[in-house]
């Protein structure tokens, strides 16, 4: 009660006519009937027109955007801007002279009641008390231009593609509706695609690469919907997972060249077993736990994990090989395989030496080869006869021999399956990253 008394006071100043307790009684009384009546009725001079709201985005700044609960946070403002029909907002200020731009407050006007949809914080409707309207006109008797820029900060659901993390986009709107009106009563638009940039501030973990608006209508409603699309700056992420997955990748394959007799390898292995878990459970913290999509950052790290795990497993069976007493015969299946492995290793590797003798006629050929013919030196380098490989006694095969050759097969294999298996998942990153 006594706020409004104060706001007759001030209103003093400016009236002409206003002299007796009895006009100050009728004065305090007509501002009562225009505010409540405009508490809710839309201010237009035909109920069957519709009125026509037009609202643009001003970005100010990119707060954050938490892809693991899927939320994105910006600060900026909306400059809605409508036309009131009804002169006779200013009937209880007749001897007040009016100017031709003012700002008066929004509670006391009409304002459409703008609600954003996806909002996962608040559900009050956009803007307070706290911003006034401009009112723009020339004579008492004319509509009313009114603009209002309310600031808001939002916090939206936006849900997160990951697929390509660290170097994804993402796309998160913004749906704005006027929540207590029909499309036929209110409608939304806009008059620029493009959201106002002209205050934007950059964000250090993202780039602003497009903003755009559309507006719709939906079971009888009217909507805005504003778009971004941010880029994630990709750089710490690249110095902080994929570089030392890289790293780690090729350090791991190398436990099969350690020394048997070193007796490191196990600790090694399980030492690269437990970094990639580490890495995993740390990209873990910067996706959303859902399974589509699905990162492949992370499907990349969990096929190290297990490749880790079965490292180890071959690390500890080959120990055992290498540690067998030396009177224990090697069994004939076993030899059989290890002799199949050297004679394939030996095929390749005397093809590739013999071929690179030929391109270079002038090299000096070693004393222990004096075939120049390609099938020659191969015969030459290669077990004299394929039946080798059958276990021949002449060919006596020991447990630290099975060892070795085990080691450096395993060596090769792993080595090219996880050259084989960066190559498959990192490669689409980087060619995202290009674009």
């Known amino acids: 009660m006594y706020w409004k008394v104060i706001l007759v ?16 009684k009728s004065f305090y009384k007509d501002y009562q009937t225009e505010t409540s009546r405009y508490s809710g009725l839309i201010p ?59 700002l008066w407050p929004s509670d006391k006007l009409w304002t459409p009641d ?39 900060v939002v916090r939206a659901s936006c849900s997160p593609d990951v697929t390509y993390f660290p170097f994804d986009r993402q796309i998160c709107s913004f749906t704005y509706t006027p929540w207590n009106y029909r499309a036929s009563e209110v409608t939304l638009e806009f008059l620029s695609s493009p959201w106002d940039l002209t205050s934007y501030e950059e964000n250090g973990g993202w780039t602003l690469i497009e903003t755009k608006t559309e507006s719709y209508t939906q079971n009888s409603k009217s909507y ?43 600790g090694f292995s399980i030492t690269c077993f437990l970094t990639f878990a580490v890495l995993l459970q740390t990209l873990m913290s910067f996706i959303p736990e859902s399974s589509s999509p699905l990162s492949l950052m992370t499907v990349y790290l969990a ?12 690390v500890i069976l080959i120990l055992r090989l290498y540690h067998k007493p030396e009177g224990k015969k090697v069994p004939r299946w076993l030899s059989f395989i290890i002799r199949l492995i050297n004679f394939s290793v030996c095929k390749i590797y005397c093809k590739g030496r013999c071929k690179s003798m030929k391109k270079k006629p002038k090299q000096k050929i070693p004393d222990h080869i004096e075939l120049t013919d390609v099938e020659d030196c191969m015969k030459e380098e290669a077990p004299k006869d394929e039946a080798d490989i059958d276990g021949d006694d002449n060919h006596e095969v020991d447990w630290s021999y099975i060892g070795r050759i085990l080691d450096m097969f395993f060596f090769v294999a792993f080595l090219g399956g996880q050259a084989a298996l960066s190559v498959f998942f990192l490669l689409p990153l980087g060619l995202r990253a290009k674009d």
């Open 114 to 152: 703008i609600v954003l949809l996806n909002a996962v914080d608040t559900i009050e409707k956009m803007g307070s008390s706290t911003y006034m309207v401009r009112i723009s006109t020339q004579s008492s008797d004319q509509a009313l231009a009114v603009s209002w820029k309310p600031r808001v």
């Open 9 to 24: 006071i001030i209103y003093l100043p400016f009236t002409d006519g206003v002299d007796s307790w009895d006009d100050w």
């Open 224 to 266: 805005n919907k504003y778009t971004i699309t941010i880029e994630r700056r990709y750089l710490f992420y690249a110095l902080n997972i994929i570089l030392p997955t890289l790293l780690l990748s090729a350090c791991t394959g190398c436990v099969f060249i350690l020394p048997a007799e070193a007796g490191g390898r196990a």
């Open 303 to 314: 096929l190290m994990v297990m490749c880790g795990a079965f490292i180890n497993i071959l």
């Open 44 to 102: 237009i001079s035909d109920n069957s027109q519709t009125m026509n709201v037009t609202i643009d985005m001003t970005l100010y700044s990119l707060g954050d955007f938490d892809s693991v609960n899927g939320q994105i946070e910006i600060a900026g403002a909306l400059s809605v801007k409508w036309t009131d029909e009804i002169p006779e907002i200013y009937s209880f200020t007749a001897n007040v002279s009016v100017e031709t731009s003012m």
